[in-house]
């Protein structure tokens, strides 16, 4: 048997062990390895899972944001009421398909609603900044659905909510006190005036 020495502590007193306990050492190695990884993994796994929600959380709302505005301007320029669109031709001719595969539309609800042009800060200016900056949105659970794009010269109020499926356990833990489990509710708003169109003839979109 093989014998090497090791110097224990600051004496010189040396001892011989054999070369067989040090290679079993090694080996012990491995499974406090295996420790730590069991340790820092759940921690990793988790910090990827919510990265990608909230990169889903990003993509989801730049797309409603970007649906909404192409559908708002078919309200403005009259080509939802020409068409005679119904609530749900609106979504599925105008909103959904401006939306992409990766958001269904039955996860989709609109609020659209004629405002009163008002003196600040009542009507139309009760949805905008002061300074026409941004939109005030105001707040939706999606159960809110009333339709009605206007007239020509009318201002209009345009609301679209969509349940985003939520998969990251905070999320979820999130989405419990909500009336739609499992689900984040993400909204975008438009409000404008309708253009001066015509209906050319055809049947008009009503209230």
Same mark, same amino acid.
């Given at each position: 048997?093989?014998?090497?020495?090791?110097?224990?502590?600051?004496?010189?007193?040396?001892?011989? +062990?054999?070369? @067989?306990? !040090?290679? &079993?050492?090694?080996?012990?190695?491995? $499974?406090?390895? #295996?420790?730590?990884? *069991?340790?820092?993994?759940?921690?990793?796994?988790?910090?990827?899972?919510?990265?990608?929600?909230?990169?889903?959380?990003?993509?989801?709302?730049?797309? +409603?944001?970007? @649906?909404? !505005?192409? &559908?708002?301007?078919?309200?403005?320029? $009259?080509?939802? #009421?020409?068409?005679? *669109?119904?609530?749900?031709?609106?979504?599925?001719?105008?909103?959904?398909?401006?939306?992409?595969?990766?958001?269904?539309?039955?996860?989709?609800?609109?609020?659209?609603?004629?405002? !009163?042009?008002?003196?600040?800060?009542?009507?139309?200016?009760?949805?905008?900044?002061?300074?026409?900056?941004?939109?005030?949105?105001?707040?939706?659970?999606?159960?809110?659905?009333?339709?009605?794009?206007?007239?020509?010269?009318?201002?209009?109020?345009?609301?679209?909510?969509? !349940?985003?499926?939520?998969?990251?356990?905070?999320?979820?833990?999130?989405?419990?006190?909500?009336?739609?489990?499992?689900?984040?509710?993400?909204?975008?708003?438009?409000?404008?005036?309708?253009?001066?169109?015509?209906?050319?003839?055809?049947?008009?979109?009503?209230?």
């Amino acid at each position: 048997m093989r014998f090497f020495p090791v110097a224990l502590g600051g004496s010189r007193e040396i001892c011989a +062990l054999p070369a @067989a306990f !040090a290679r &079993a050492a090694l080996r012990c190695r491995g $499974g406090a390895s #295996a420790v730590e990884f *069991a340790l820092v993994a759940p921690l990793v796994i988790g910090a990827i899972v919510e990265l990608l929600q909230v990169g889903f959380y990003v993509y989801q709302s730049s797309h +409603l944001a970007q @649906a909404i !505005a192409k &559908a708002s301007r078919q309200i403005q320029v $009259g080509s939802v #009421a020409s068409a005679g *669109a119904s609530a749900s031709d609106f979504k599925s001719q105008f909103l959904c398909p401006a939306l992409g595969a990766l958001m269904p539309c039955d996860r989709v609800t609109t609020s659209i609603q004629t405002v !009163a042009p008002g003196i600040y800060p009542n009507g139309f200016y009760a949805y905008v900044q002061p300074d026409f900056s941004d939109i005030i949105r105001m707040k939706t659970d999606g159960s809110q659905t009333p339709y009605c794009p206007g007239q020509p010269g009318t201002y209009v109020y345009v609301q679209v909510a969509y !349940a985003m499926p939520v998969f990251s356990p905070i999320w979820l833990a999130a989405a419990l006190r909500t009336n739609r489990p499992g689900a984040r509710m993400l909204d975008a708003s438009a409000v404008f005036r309708n253009e001066p169109y015509t209906s050319s003839g055809q049947a008009r979109a009503t209230c």
